[in-house]
């Protein structure tokens, strides 16, 4: 039997902190994720098959179902009808579980406390462009999640009330937070250095 969510708001405040940090620096890649997500949308209509693993994520995955348990939870307390103010209409079927019902016109349209895997996943596409950079060295195949690429604190689910026994203090959450600069100065210092930009 799984361990029961447990929602801190001290805790998801940290973690919404965190997850914005990460949405800043998701946010250098510029528009990759719109432009990845109409190519998927344009290879699903013509019935393609092909490099469906380069796809859009939340085209082919489904965090909101997969973690249903937690992210009710979490969102419930934020507001109890979320799930009805992000349902929309069926869809066509994707690969795999997707698409996402909080994919909106203009991205996910969950603001806050989003499921952990969507704050901290960087897609193939992501990965290719920090090799380019020098930023990480790194396989390029399929996704990674953050902490795979540098050093973080452990610290997401127990933010999230996924798990239960450890305190997480603030020196944790500015130490997560610290490595993220770290990494977006690497990343900036090599687009202003003449390296590749993304696109």
């Known amino acids: 039997m799984g361990t029961k969510n447990v929602v801190n708001s001290n805790y998801l405040k940290w973690f919404h902190e965190i997850e914005k940090a990460l949405w ?8 990759l994720c719109g432009q990845c997500a109409q190519d998927t949308l344009e290879a699903m209509a013509a019935g393609e098959r092909e490099g469906r693993d380069a796809w859009c994520c939340c085209m082919i995955d489904n ?7 937690s992210l009710n939870a979490v969102q419930s307390r934020i507001n109890r009808q979320w799930y ?12 795999g579980n997707g698409p996402c019902p909080a994919l909106g016109e203009q991205g996910c349209r969950i603001k806050k406390c989003r499921p952990i895997t969507c704050t ?4 193939s596409k992501m990965l290719v462009v920090l090799n380019d950079l020098g930023v990480v060295q790194s396989a390029t195949h399929r ?4 902490e795979d690429l540098i050093a973080l604190p452990d610290i997401l689910p127990d933010l999230y009330g996924t ?35 993304p696109h």
């Not at 009805?84 to 690969?95: F, S």
């Not at 798990?163 to 990494?183: E, F, P």
Request: charged share 30%; aromatic share 8%; net charge positive.
């Open 63 to 69: 965090q909101v179902h997969d973690n249903w348990e």
């Open 163 to 197: 798990r239960k026994g450890r305190t997480v203090s603030r020196a944790d959450v500015d130490a997560y937070l610290a490595a993220l600069q770290r990494m977006k100065e690497r990343f900036t210092e090599a687009v202003k250095g003449g390296n590749p930009t």
């Open 120 to 123: 901290t996943q960087l897609c």
């Open 143 to 146: 996704a990674l999640q953050i």
């Open 84 to 95: 009805d103010a992000i349902r929309r209409e069926k869809r066509v079927r994707g690969v």
């Open 24 to 31: 800043s620096f998701f946010g250098l890649f510029g528009e």
